[in-house]
């Protein structure tokens, strides 16, 4: 059963940093695209920032400059770096991975870590 679990949330000040992980686990052969998203009170979930197996990122427009998407893969970790945070940061994160099984990928999701930006 793989399990994705978030760490590094919390309550920030604006233009302060936070740095979220994500760590998979639970029999993993190997992970495609790893990524954070978030889900603002009253909004959509929304994508923040994903990256490859390869290296490859690519971000939202809002957080372009601001967040660092990071991987390391012996330890199908993601991370992702966040500074100078703005309120409108504030959401709930979740990680989410491609996990693949033989000839299959299955999508995966943390639970979630709140995130908050005080003004």
């Known amino acids: 059963q793989v399990q994705l679990v978030e760490s590094g949330g919390g309550l920030v000040q604006a233009g302060g940093s936070l740095r979220l992980s994500c760590a998979a686990s639970g029999g993993i052969f190997s992970i495609n695209t790893m990524g954070w998203y978030r889900q603002a009170p009253g909004k959509q979930r929304e994508l923040v920032a994903v990256i490859t197996n390869g290296g490859s990122t690519n971000y939202a427009d809002s957080v372009k400059g601001r967040f660092t998407i990071s991987r390391d893969n012996a330890k199908n970790t993601v991370y992702l770096q966040m500074n100078s945070l703005k309120p409108e940061d504030t959401a709930v994160y979740y990680c989410?991975?491609?996990?693949?099984?033989?000839?299959?990928?299955?999508?995966?999701w943390g639970q979630g870590i709140q995130v908050t930006v005080s003004s």
């Open positions: 989410n991975a491609g996990v693949l099984a033989s000839i299959y990928e299955y999508d995966y």
